[in-house]
């Protein structure tokens, strides 16, 4: 039986107070997970907010950050068409149905997962479900909207949990323009936050059924941890 795992993706081509920063998804961050479940041979659906085609962040296509596993992911037909005709959120019938709810991040997820009961819904159901829910870099953002089946504690409280840290925050200038900082946030509901011990490294945790990577670099490991969940 293949194991199946949903892709949630913003949607959003614009953030921060102005709404005119150019963003989308970090490529890498969809790419290489992508192809590490591919290779374990999973079932793959691709889902966003709005459905259809995603916006890519420019940044994560620039020289440094253009991984080999991003490069790999443009020229793969089937990723591509996926990506290109992504399903809404919304009309997926239940997240649960899936062994794996994967967020790839981008600050397109400080847009369109704040604030949004369609994202907080497959989280929270996905969880409950004791199904694995994997999040990375700002994808975390959508987890502190989120609540524990009694619809008042935060789904965060009381887990290792990380994310884009604040530090990270402030070294690419967005501090201003998110609508909170993620670690501030986990740590204001009382998760147990942690981070690399030196920005921009991979740091990834497990509690339960919640994987969290901190940043780009963490999104291969995020990946293969949840792979070793599963088996």
């Given at each position: 039986m ?7 993706i913003?949607s959003?081509p ?22 590490v ?7 793959i659906t691709?889902?966003s907010?709005?459905?259809g ?16 596993e ?5 020229y ?6 996926m ?10 019938a239940?997240?649960?149905d899936?062994?794996?709810?994967y967020?790839?991040?981008?600050h397109?997820?400080c ?7 369609d ?5 929270e159901?996905t ?5 694995i ?9 959508a987890l502190a909207?989120?609540?524990?089946p009694?619809g ?9 949990v990380?994310g ?6 402030a070294a ?10 993620i670690e501030?946030r ?13 920005d921009w ?12 990577g ?5 999104s ?8 070793e969940?599963?088996?």
């Amino acid at each position: 039986m293949f194991q199946k795992v949903l892709f949630l993706i913003t949607s959003a081509p614009y953030f921060g107070k102005s709404k005119e920063i150019p963003t989308g998804v970090w490529l890498e961050e969809l790419a290489s997970p992508y192809q590490v479940f591919k290779a374990a041979g999973y079932d793959i659906t691709f889902a966003s907010t709005a459905g259809g085609p995603v916006p890519i962040d420019s940044n994560s296509l620039a020289e440094g950050f253009f991984s080999e596993e991003s490069k790999k992911f443009l020229y793969d037909a089937e990723a591509m068409s996926m990506f290109s005709h992504t399903k809404k959120i919304a009309d997926v019938a239940t997240p649960g149905d899936f062994d794996v709810l994967y967020i790839p991040g981008g600050h397109g997820c400080c847009a369109d997962f704040v604030d949004n009961g369609d994202v907080k819904s497959a989280i929270e159901n996905t969880h409950s479900a004791g199904k694995i829910v994997a999040v990375v870099c700002h994808g975390p953002i959508a987890l502190a909207e989120c609540f524990k089946p009694d619809g008042t504690t935060p789904l965060v409280q009381g887990l290792s949990v990380t994310g884009f840290s604040d530090t990270e925050e402030a070294a690419v200038g967005h501090t201003d323009n998110v609508p909170y900082l993620i670690e501030t946030r986990f740590v204001e509901q009382g998760a147990k936050y942690e981070k690399a011990e030196s920005d921009w490294s991979s740091h990834v945790v497990a509690d339960g059924n919640l994987v969290t990577g901190q940043n780009p670099a963490s999104s291969t490991a995020a990946a293969q941890k949840v792979v070793e969940l599963l088996s």
